[in-house]
Each structure stands twice: as structure tokens, then as C-alpha cells.
């Protein structure tokens, strides 16, 4: 194969954003080559579809001294602008010392004689330039912008936001409320055209109360979360046509970020900020006492079973702020998958007509209620439904003798033991999810009530099957 020539390169250079990004860093580090990085490939794809419009907005979850910032601050603008030198870029960083820093890095770049080679369309305007502004001679122009500074009077065609809020700082609600308010009442309406303007977020998560959080809460984002650990399986978009299987527990990039020093980093920042930082998965001051990396996940549910089961955390009300719960479980080789789960602020006749129809539905065997408050009411309605000779065996009223967090640490075991599994999707697992992590900080805890109500169940069961002290639990056991 003939030795590519110095315009095959050039070429390359314009139609790949990741080899751009390679030149980039070489240059940055004075010739030393970039270790590959599947998940370099996966950033470069993203923001290859918001350059060409598929995407407007990109939100991107990375643990710190992943190169984000020489990706999407410093390549990604140099790269735009050398397709299209009349763009104008804001590149926000949280505080004006790195803003300027990453525009020096910018500047280094785009006066390579590599990079006006490859782009010799793009031009500086250096008599209009200052240490903040980069302008081009075709009036577009890179930005350089901290956190919470002026933007009056300036438009924008793309606005990056780089790492709003310092890790180093305490990320408070009212903290993270004064850049939450900045962005929405004066970043985001810079746009020059409001409908076609690209905006991207890149952050390590640090509270649930961010500027990821907040944004993603308020419309649709392409997001792109890569935690240091693989908490669960992943299909990552490398290409059109190609993806990368992130599988659970394995490390997303060994050579910047082995064991060894994620152990440290661990040790030092204490869980809750490692979990944020380095996982991409905040927690509220307090929460963090299930590890949801215990559970297991399934992919098909199996399709043989010993039996299936509702779990009902029944609110005392539908106007006491809390949920009432709906979950099915089914019993398979001594382990316990989730595969149905809903919540509502339902009044209690609601929630009567919802067991009954889930229970027939969903082929449950038994139904677990706890033994208090609207529970015991729901269990009185359910035992009226039932002939006398086998209410024991369908409605199995649960007792609970410690409180909610030790309930919780109970169940977990189960988990640790890999006999516990959830679904690897299902439309209501992320909120799930969400609120394990959280507890016991989260506002709500009524689906975590359900689930350690269902796996410590699930544990007397198998005491029951094993040890004759235990009553018979019905039908259930007797499959068993």
C-alpha cells in the first residue's frame, strides 16, 4: 500500500473529528502520540452529529482526566470553525483563569502550520483578537466565557459549557441555583437563531442539583454518561454503525484510570463524591446506602418460575405525599427477579382495583402487604375477595420489626449473594434506580419500601423451605 502523501492527511484531517483530534493532541503535548480510547471515539461520534445537525443538544458524563475539555473546548471549536470560519462559539468554563487557558490551547492549535494546511480557508483577524476572543476574517469567532459573566449583546451559533461548577467547591442547591438561573436567564437566550443553535454540556457529575440535572429536566438531551466503573451493561455508539458493549464492572479507561488509582480516589473523596465524580451518579447529602451495582440484571425474564408474587407499599392516603407502590416479583431457582413495578398517588379504592387487577394479571400466587396503616386496610378488602380456606396462602401480611434503612441493609444481602435481579430496561428503572441510590435521602423511599418488603420475604421463604422451625408458607413452598 503506497505511504499516504502530506494532502491524503490533510484530508483525513477535515472528514475525521477523531483523527483531528489525535493531531490535536499531539500537538499539545509536544508530539506524544494519544492513547486510544473507545470512549474518545464514542465523544467524537457525538459531536460529529451535533457539527452535521443531527443533535442540538449533547450532554456528556465523564470522569475527570478523560480529555474532555481538549475535546470539546479546544478540538471541537477549531474543527467547526475550520469547516465553518463564520460560526460564532461561547466556550464556558466556571471560572475566567480556565477559560483563558483553554483559549490559549485553542490558539495553539489553529496557528500550526499542520492546521492552516488542512483548513486554509479559516483565518485569524488578529487585530480584533484579545486573550478571550479569537475572530476569524469571515466574522465568526470563539469566545472564551466564565461562569455567571456578562453575555449581554453577544450571539451565539453553538455554546459549549465546560465543567460549570469547580469540584473543589461545595455544589449547594444555592450554589448550584446561581449558575442553573445564569443559564437559563442569560446563556441560553444568546442564541443568534433560537431553533437551530447547538448547545453542549460537559461535566463530571458533583450533586442533584447541577446544571446536568437541571437541564435534563427540562427537555430531551443526547447524553452521553460513561462512569469510571461499569455499574451496568452498555451499548455505546462509536460510528453509524457500530457500538462498543461497556460490559458491568469493567474499568472505561485502565490506562489514565486503573484500579489502583480509582481505589485511591475513592478512599480520598469519600463515596458520595466518588459515586458523583468518577460513577456519574450524585446522590443528595445522606443518601448512598444501597450499592445498586449489587443487583444483578436480565436481559429475558425466564420463563420457568416457582412462583410470582406482588409486593404493595399501600400510602396512607392520596394526599400524603407519598406513593403507593406495585411490584411483581417471580421466584426462579432460588433467586428473585423484578419485572413489574408502578407507582401513583392513588385513592385507596384506586389502589384496591390495582392490586386485584395486577394480582390476576401478572399470574401472581401471593400478594405481601405490610401490616400497618392503609396496608391494613388493604389487606381486610383483600381477604373479604377471598374464600376463608385460602386466604393464608394469597395474602401474606408482613410485619416488619426494624426500621426502613435496616429493612434495606437486610435485603441487600440477598443482592450480595447475586440472587437478586432487575431488568436491564424497562420505562420505569431509571426512577427506580434513582431512588435506591438516593435512599435514604431521596424525597420519596415508597419503592424502595416495596423491594426490601419482597426480598425479605423472599428470604423467609427460602429459611421456610429449609428449615423446619419455619411454618409453611403455602401453596408456594409446597411447589417448591
Known amino acids: 500500500m503506497a505511504k499516504p502523501t502530506v494532502a491524503d492527511v490533510h484530508a483525513l484531517l477535515r472528514i475525521s473529528f477523531t483523527a483531528f483530534v489525535d493531531k490535536v493532541f499531539e500537538t499539545l503535548h509536544n508530539g506524544k502520540p494519544m492513547a486510544d480510547g473507545w470512549h474518545i471515539e464514542a465523544l467524537c461520534y457525538a459531536l460529529t452529529r451535533a457539527q452535521h445537525g443531527g443533535l442540538k443538544r ?37 471560572n475566567l483563569d480556565l477559560a483563558i487557558g483553554l483559549s490559549n490551547k485553542f490558539r495553539q492549535v489553529v496557528d500550526t502550520a499542520w492546521y492552516k494546511a488542512a483548513f486554509p480557508t479559516m483565518s485569524g483577524q488578529p487585530l480584533k483578537d484579545n486573550e478571550r476572543i479569537f475572530r476569524t476574517a469571515q466574522g465568526g469567532a470563539r469566545e472564551a466565557i466564565s461562569a455567571n459573566g456578562a453575555v449581554i449583546g453577544k450571539g451565539a451559533d453553538v455554546i459549549i459549557m465546560d465543567d460549570l461548577i469547580d469540584a473543589s467547591e461545595v455544589a449547594t442547591p444555592t450554589g448550584c441555583a446561581k449558575v442553573n438561573d445564569w443559564i437559563d436567564g442569560s446563556l441560553a437566550t444568546r442564541f443568534n437563531d433560537l431553533s437551530e443553535g447547538v448547545m453542549v454540556l460537559v461535566m463530571q457529575r458533583l450533586s442533584v442539583h447541577d446544571p446536568a440535572a437541571h437541564l435534563a429536566s427540562q427537555e430531551p438531551w443526547h447524553h452521553l454518561s460513561l462512569p469510571a466503573i461499569a455499574e451496568e451493561d452498555l451499548d455505546v455508539p462509536l460510528n453509524k454503525s457500530e457500538a462498543y458493549n461497556f460490559k458491568k464492572g469493567k474499568l472505561l479507561d485502565a490506562k489514565r484510570l486503573p484500579k489502583n488509582v480509582l481505589d485511591v480516589q475513592r478512599a480520598k473523596l469519600g463515596e458520595a463524591n466518588f459515586l458523583a465524580q468518577y460513577q456519574q451518579r450524585p446522590v443528595p447529602d445522606g443518601g448512598g446506602e444501597i450499592d445498586i451495582t449489587l443487583f444483578q440484571r436480565y436481559q429475558i425474564l425466564p420463563k420457568p418460575y416457582d412462583a410470582r408474587f406482588l409486593s404493595i407499599d399501600a400510602a396512607s392516603g392520596s394526599q400524603s405525599g407519598s406513593y403507593s ?10 433467586c428473585l427477579y423484578l419485572f413489574h413495578n408502578e407507582r401513583g398517588y392513588w385513592p385507596f379504592h384506586i389502589l384496591e382495583k390495582k392490586v386485584m387487577a395486577a394480582a390476576k394479571q401478572l399470574q401472581a400466587d401471593f400478594v405481601v402487604v405490610e401490616n400497618t396503616h392503609s396496608g391494613q386496610a388493604l389487606i381486610e378488602v383483600l381477604w373479604r375477595n377471598e374464600p376463608a380456606h385460602i386466604r393464608r396462602q394469597l395474602i401474606h401480611p408482613y410485619n416488619p420489626k426494624v426500621g426502613k434503612e435496616e429493612r434495606a441493609a437486610q435485603a441487600m444481602v440477598v443482592a450480595s449473594d447475586g440472587k437478586a435481579f432487575l431488568p436491564h430496561e424497562a420505562s420505569w428503572l431509571p426512577d427506580l434506580l434513582s431512588e435506591l441510590s438516593e435512599f435514604p435521602a ?20 427460602l429459611k421456610s423451605r429449609y428449615n423446619p422451625k419455619y411454618k409453611n408458607s403455602g401453596r408456594v413452598l409446597a411447589a417448591w
Do not use: Y
Not at 407502590?325 to 432460588?334: G, N, R, Y
Not at 431521596?442 to 421463604?461: E, G, M, Y
Open 58 to 94: 449533547v450532554m456528556v458524563n465523564v470522569p475527570p482526566r478523560c480529555l474532555k475539555s481538549i475535546i470539546v473546548s479546544v478540538a471541537w471549536p477549531a474543527f467547526l470553525l475550520g469547516h465553518k470560519p463564520g460560526l460564532e462559539i461561547f466556550v464556558v468554563s466556571h
Open 325 to 334: 407502590v406495585i411490584q411483581a416479583w417471580q421466584m426462579t431457582d432460588e
Open 442 to 461: 431521596a424525597p420519596n423511599d415508597d419503592q424502595v419500601d416495596a423491594l426490601s418488603q419482597a426480598v425479605n420475604h423472599f428470604r423467609a421463604l
